[in-house]
C-alpha cells in the first residue's frame, strides 16, 4: 500500500529555513508526482508546488517562487521541500501527496513553527 | 485571494441533501477536485475527474459541473459528513493548483 512518511516536527527561528521530507513507499517512486501543500492553523489548505521525481522538475506557486525549493532522491524515495527565509505567516502543517489514475495518498503532516 | 471561491459554511438536516459549490474561470475547462477534512487529519479526496469516486468513497457523493461553478452533493448527508471540504483544480494560467477557501459543513 502506498505510504508517504514525513519528518518530524520542527521549531524555527524568522529567518531561517527548513526542510521537511516525505519518504514514499508501496508504489513506483518515479512514477507518480509529489505535490507540497500547506495549511495554516484554523486556515484553509494552500498548493505549494509539485515535483516529478522522475527527472525532478518542479512547478512553484507564485506565491513561493524564489523561496522553496523541492528535490528527490531516487536511491532512498524521499523528497525534500526546503522553504526559505521563515516568517511566522509560515507555520503552519506542511504535507505530501501524490495522486494515482484513482486516488490520492497524503503524508501524515508536519508542524513547522516559526517563532522568535 | 483564492481562484476558486467557496462559501464559507453550509448546513444540512440529518438525511438530507446539500450542495456545496466551488466557482471559478479556470472551471469552464478543468475538473474539479473534492477533498473533505476532519479536524486534526490530512484531506480526503472524495471525487476526481467529471464525476469519480476512489474506493471507499460511499456513493451518496457526487461531483458535477456547470460553467465556472463545480459543485459536491451529498445526497443523505450523516452525522460522519461534518467536515472541512475542499476544491482544487487548476488556476487561469492552466501550470498551477489552487485550492477553494473551503466549506464548513454542519450537519444539524
Known amino acids: 500500500q502506498v505510504q508517504l512518511v514525513q519528518s518530524g516536527a520542527e521549531v524555527k527561528k524568522p529567518g531561517a529555513s527548513v526542510k521537511v521530507s516525505c519518504k514514499a513507499s508501496g508504489y513506483s517512486f518515479s512514477s507518480l508526482y509529489m505535490h507540497w501543500v500547506r495549511q495554516a492553523p484554523g486556515q484553509g489548505l494552500e498548493w505549494m508546488g509539485i515535483?516529478?521525481?522522475?527527472?525532478?522538475?518542479?512547478t512553484y506557486a507564485q506565491k513561493f517562487q524564489g523561496r522553496v525549493t523541492m528535490t528527490r532522491d531516487t536511491s532512498t524515495s524521499t523528497v525534500y521541500m526546503e522553504l526559505n527565509s521563515l516568517r511566522s505567516e509560515d507555520t503552519a502543517v506542511y504535507y505530501c501527496a501524490v495522486s494515482s489514475s484513482s486516488d490520492d495518498y497524503w503524508g501524515q503532516g508536519t508542524l513547522v513553527t516559526v517563532s522568535s | 485571494s483564492s481562484e476558486l471561491t467557496q462559501d464559507p459554511a453550509v448546513s444540512v438536516a440529518l438525511g438530507q441533501t446539500v450542495r456545496i459549490t466551488c466557482q471559478g474561470d479556470?472551471?469552464?475547462?478543468?475538473?474539479a477536485t473534492w477533498y473533505q477534512q476532519k479536524p486534526g487529519q490530512a484531506p480526503v479526496l472524495v471525487i476526481y475527474g467529471k464525476n469519480n469516486r476512489p474506493s471507499g468513497i460511499p456513493d451518496r457523493f457526487s461531483g458535477s459541473s456547470s460553467g465556472n461553478t463545480a459543485s459536491l452533493t451529498i445526497t443523505g448527508a450523516q452525522a460522519e459528513d461534518e467536515a472541512d471540504y475542499y476544491c482544487n483544480s487548476r488556476d487561469s494560467s492552466g501550470n498551477h493548483l489552487v485550492f477553494g477557501g473551503g466549506t464548513k459543513l454542519t450537519v444539524l
Open positions: 479556470s472551471l469552464r475547462s478543468y475538473y
Open positions: 515535483i516529478n521525481p522522475s527527472g525532478g522538475s518542479t
